[in-house]
Structure formats: C-alpha cells, structure tokens
C-alpha cells in the first residue's frame, strides 16, 4: 500500500535554530515528490516539487532534497514567518497520477 | 492567490440533511479537485473533475457527489451529511499540462451536528 510518513508531527525551534522535517514514502512508482506549507485556516501553498533522487531545490531558508526512499526540508536560521504546518505529498502512477499527503509536520519558530 | 473562491467558509449542519459547497475559479483550468483535510491524516482526494461534466471519484468518495456544468464551478453535495463528514473541505485546481502542482482554495469548515 502506498504511504507518506511526515516526522515529527511537531517541531518547536527557537529562532536561527536550523533543523529538519522528513517525509519517507513507500510507493509503487514515484512520479514526483511535493512540499506545501499550510498556515492556520488557509489552503496549502506549493513550495517545491522534486522528480529524482539527488535532486535539490531552495527557496529562501527553506531546501527540499530527495532520495529514493525520503525527502527532507532544511529550514536554516528560521524566522518566527516560518512557522506554519509543512505538507509532503508524492505523485504515484495510476488512473488519475494521484497525490497521496502527509499529515504534516506543524513547524513552530520561536523569537 | 490563484483565483479559486469557495463558499461558504463556515458552516454548520444537522445530520440527514443535504450540504453542496461551492468551488469558483477564474483561472479556466481543466482539473479541479475537492479534498477533505482531518487532524491526524493527509489531505485524501474526494473527487476530481477534468473537464464539464467529466468527474471521478478519488479515495474516499462514499457519501459524496460532485457536479461541473460550467468550467468555472465544481459543486461538493453531502446527499444525507453525517458526523463523520465533519472536516475541512479544500478545492484544488492544476494547470493544463503535467504538472500535477495544485493551487488550493482558502477551505470550507464544515460541522456536522
């Protein structure tokens, strides 16, 4: 069964803490892999979209990277604006090349 | 934003009784998606349009229909709403190519009472 696992569910940093979120997946074909942050009764919002391993990507403090069974966001020096939950959602082959998401990881920065 | 309005934002229900939301977009896409959003879970696909009157289902599409008579508007009907249909419902768009990146609509909170 394909499946997204986000850790940890929560984070709490203190401002210019650098840090980590993951997400590792288990799909039967990967066609691409997503990050989207949410803030608090707002849609999510694409950040990044990664096709293969070994492929980077960076905006600002955030960099996605992926791997053949994980991806990781890098947050370095956050700011307290960076707090928000981070979505990871992967593409899987199929009828309607579907989307499966994370639960997230709910990012709290603090001054 | 990406053009996309849901209504309406808010809203509370008995349950047995009959519920459509309203996705609106201004962007002429194709696709659009209705999602449900649950603490603890991902966002899981409800529906999808690709196109007037072209729908399917998605992942957990039981209790749900959906309409598209217009380019423009994808309607969500709860036919008999029932509390475990209580959640955030978000529509989504993507742009007509292969880019399976989806610009999402602020939500409608829904409680089913």
């Known amino acids: 069964e394909d499946q997204v696992t986000q850790s940890p569910e929560a984070l709490r940093l203190q401002e210019g803490e650098s840090s980590s979120l993951n997400c590792s997946y288990t799909?039967?074909?990967?066609?691409?892999l997503f990050w989207y942050r949410q803030d608090p009764g707002k849609g999510p919002e694409f950040l990044f979209t990664l096709y293969s391993a070994g492929e980077e990507k960076e905006k600002e403090r955030l960099k996605a990277t992926l791997t053949k069974k994980e991806s990781f966001l890098h947050i370095t020096a956050p700011k307290p604006e960076d707090s928000a939950t981070y979505l990871c959602a992967v593409q899987v082959s199929g009828g309607y090349n579907k989307l499966i998401f994370g639960a997230g990881t709910r990012l709290a920065v603090h001054p | 934003d990406a053009g996309i309005t849901q209504s309406p934002r808010h809203k509370v229900t008995e349950t047995g009784t009959p519920v459509t939301l309203r996705c609106h977009q201004t962007?002429?896409?194709?696709?659009m998606y209705w999602y449900r959003q649950d603490p603890g879970h991902g966002l899981r696909l409800i529906h999808y349009s690709y196109g007037v009157k072209d729908t399917d289902k998605g992942e957990v599409s039981d209790g749900y229909s959906v309409s598209r008579s217009k380019t423009e508007d994808f309607l969500l009907t709860l036919e008999s709403a029932t509390s475990s249909q209580t959640s955030v419902y978000f529509c989504?768009?993507?742009?007509?190519?292969?880019?399976?990146?989806?610009?999402f609509g602020s939500g409608t909170q829904l409680s089913v009472l």
């Open positions: 962007e002429n896409h194709r696709y």
């Open positions: 989504a768009i993507r742009e007509d190519n292969h880019n399976e990146k989806l610009f």
């Open positions: 799909v039967s074909g990967l066609r691409g």
